[in-house]
């Protein structure tokens, strides 16, 4: 079975600065998705980012990026230009590419605090 | 509007008694799913459903039963016989198509506390 470990329960940034969340995972797969939700105060679970892991190429969308590293089982999520409603919890999930259901294996989360 | 709802957004439970968590989807979804969220953790998958009809075990479904009559319709019954109910429960959908189709779309949740 998959495993999905972030190791920082909690992470603190200054407003506009940079921040990184990390995730590391255990497969024995090589087909495989990796996602960041944000969860915010309001408890909506919000789709951050997504990368393929056939994609060599670290997925980016706007002031959210990865930095993914296939080989040891890592993807952090890097905040640029940090903002007061980046304030969440952040879980990184794996989905296994040979799941039919798919079904995610979620990490415990890290809770970001912005400071302004 | 397209989404998933989760009524109700708070509801509180006597010991001993069962109760219905509602999830309703207009996405055209197949798949469905229910986790359950303690605080300070992640998410653990109880049910999910591919198809109506027919739905699956996840990792933590003992004490919860679900069914799946209708393809919008995914409810959730916590039974007197899971031990630890109080949690904050959410639902989500999946499609089988398309270019979002590994991605699962959440609904607001319901928090269920057990007096």
């Known amino acids: 079975a998959q495993t999905v470990t972030q190791s920082q329960p909690e992470m603190s940034v200054q407003e506009a600065e940079t921040v990184t969340l990390s995730c590391t995972y255990d497969?024995?797969?090589?087909?495989?998705?990796l996602f960041w939700y944000k969860q915010p105060p309001s408890r909506q679970m919000i789709l951050v980012i997504r990368?393929?892991?056939?994609?060599?190429q670290n997925a980016t969308e706007n002031r959210f990026s990865v930095n993914f590293q296939k080989a040891a089982k890592s993807f952090s999520l890097k905040i640029s230009d940090s903002q007061l409603g980046d304030a969440a919890m952040y879980f990184c999930a794996y989905r296994s590419g040979d799941n039919a259901g798919n079904m995610l294996t979620f990490g415990g989360g890290t809770r970001l605090m912005v400071k302004p | 509007d397209g989404g998933i709802t989760q009524s109700p957004k708070y509801l509180f439970r006597k010991e001993g008694q069962n109760v219905t968590l509602s999830c309703e989807q207009n996405l055209n979804h197949d798949a469905m799913y229910w986790y359950r969220q303690d605080p300070g953790q992640g998410l653990r998958l109880i049910y999910y459903?591919?198809?109506?009809?027919?739905?699956q075990k996840g990792d933590i479904a003992e004490g919860y039963s679900v069914s799946r009559e209708k393809k919008e319709s995914f409810p959730l019954t916590v039974t007197s016989a899971q031990k630890n109910p109080t949690a904050f429960y959410l639902c989500a959908s999946s499609p089988h198509r398309g270019i979002a189709y590994n991605e699962q779309f959440f609904g607001p949740g319901t928090r269920l506390t057990v007096l």
């Open positions: 459903s591919q198809i109506v009809n027919d739905f």
């Open positions: 497969t024995s797969e090589s087909d495989y998705y």
């Open positions: 990368q393929e892991a056939y994609k060599q």
